[in-house]
């Protein structure tokens, strides 16, 4: 029910140490952003729970939406197959150091403030290729068994995993023991940063259950979820999760069992005529939060099961924190649309990274995507944004023939750039190159609905989009 309640409690705890710290890539007085109000230009990254800041916010599931401009957000590393993310624990050791920022370091996590915030090009490429979750609030390795342990001390929000890289469709898994205790809500979620979500989440007093649910473009649409006994003790046992996710359907899982599934078509809207399905690139997030907070609103308190007993819960006594303990992590990508024109930066190992494209309709899917090859989204520091980053535009050229027959020929080179003058754009016949002004970017699309004129936008920004079969094409 509560996921985007779940991030903006812990936002809440980390805009608190962000300020006490000194860290200022949030405004002192919290800037909200929607849908009924963008991000101003001197805080122009919305992020996943609805507050504008700068640096680490314009990174890792800023929102384009509501962000101030469509170059505020930074391109996404994107996971593709035959790359995966895994997670597996085990003990420490001498190598991993004694210091606990160390130890996570040395098992692929890094502070979210610190991810891609640095101008050293080694340093970027060392966490582009090392750096494979985030972590905001309390989190530990455990010493002897290499759990990864998220912590909520007492009033505190929680805190937060979250994979580097995002994937557009896959399937994900985590073992994991959950928290315990009447109020306290563990979590298991993939989003994106446009708002789509698929969840698994644990109520702290029903230890043999677990809600499923999910969202479409962050539409709080609660009467979807539904409930799934789990075989024993969720906070005693380990248990495996998993949120398996096609362009047609969802499984969710527990212990290997699919125990729920979403079919696309289940998802039709009559009246706006659209699918409400997921289909923009997600992350994978782990979470604990403090559903039954005493600051939260009587309804979420009374869905995560009353008010947490912060003195007397058997953990607070013998620990002075609540905790789940995650054993591991897999993200395993699947194919998709985009896959087939980016096998050339996949032989040589260069980053991808997925970035949004607004259509004409402002509607945000999985056609609405920009691919680079070789572009390293980082920032020099917290005050930067999106929009000091380089976009090189791609050019996309050989004849258009049969999409499905010669999908690999349609990105000729990645990293090329395109020389025409803006003012001597021509557009050819659809089966001649297809070549834009310097600053255009071109977001592949492989699917083959037939023929639809081109339409060709002036105002304000130069803008010739295609919607079918092949490619958008678009002034940045």
């Known amino acids: 029910m509560q996921g985007k309640l779940t ?30 109000q963008k991000c101003p230009e001197a805080w122009p990254c919305c992020s996943p729970y609805g507050q504008c800041g700068t640096g680490p916010i314009c990174l890792g599931g800023c929102n384009p939406r509501f962000s101030y401009n469509e170059t505020s957000c930074a391109p996404m590393p994107a996971l593709v197959p035959p790359n995966n993310i895994e997670y597996f624990a085990g003990p420490l050791s001498y190598f991993d150091g004694d210091e606990n920022e160390k130890q996570l370091k040395s098992r692929g996590f890094l502070h979210f403030n610190k991810y891609l915030i640095s101008g050293d090009d080694e340093e970027v490429q060392f966490m582009l290729d090392n750096i494979d979750f985030t972590y905001s609030g309390p989190v530990k390795i ?26 557009l469709y896959g399937k994900s898994s985590v073992r994991l023991k959950t928290a315990r205790s009447q109020g306290v809500i563990t979590s298991v979620v993939v989003m994106s940063a446009a708002g789509d979500e698929i969840d698994l989440e644990f109520r702290g007093s029903e230890l043999d259950k677990v809600q499923s649910n999910y969202y479409y473009r962050g539409e709080l649409i609660y009467n979807k979820m539904k409930e799934i006994t789990v075989s024993s003790d969720t906070w005693a046992n380990y248990h495996d999760y998993g949120i398996d996710w096609t362009a047609d359907r969802i499984h969710w899982t527990v212990d290997g069992e699919i125990v729920r599934t979403l079919e696309k078509e289940e998802t039709w809207d009559e009246n706006l005529k659209i699918y409400k399905y997921p289909e923009t690139p997600m992350r994978l997030e782990v979470g604990l939060w403090p559903g039954g907070s005493e600051n939260n609103h009587p309804g979420t308190i009374d869905w995560a099961g009353g008010l947490i007993d912060w003195e007397n819960s058997p953990d607070m006594i013998e620990n002075g924190q609540f905790s789940a303990a995650v054993r591991s992590m897999e993200v395993t990508p699947y194919s998709n649309r985009y896959i087939p024109a980016m096998q050339s930066c996949l032989e040589e190992e260069d980053c991808i990274t997925y970035d949004y494209v607004k259509k004409p309709n402002e509607i945000f ?14 920032l020099s520091g917290w005050s930067q944004t999106g929009s000091s980053i380089s976009r090189d535009p791609f050019l996309l050229a050989k004849s258009f023939g049969k999409a499905q027959d010669r999908e690999k020929e349609f990105v000729q080179n990645m990293n090329s750039t395109v020389t025409q003058n803006m003012n001597n754009t021509t557009t050819q016949n659809m089966n001649n190159t297809v070549t834009q002004a310097t600053n255009v970017t071109t977001s592949y699309n492989a699917t083959n609905h037939g023929p639809e004129p081109i339409k060709v936008e002036t105002s304000g920004q130069s803008s010739l989009y295609q919607r079918n079969p092949l490619f958008q094409i678009k002034g940045s």
Request: proline fraction near 6%.
């Open 7 to 36: 991030a903006f409690l812990i936002l809440n705890f980390l805009t608190f140490k962000a300020l006490a710290q000194g860290e200022f890539y949030r405004p002192e007085t919290p800037i909200k952003c929607g849908s009924s």
């Open 142 to 167: 455990e010493e002897n068994s290499g759990d990864v342990v998220l912590q909520m001390p007492k009033r505190s929000s929680g805190c937060l995993l979250a994979t580097t890289k995002s994937f």
């Open 365 to 378: 899917d999985e056609t609405s995507l920009a691919l680079y090859c070789g572009l390293a989204p980082n």
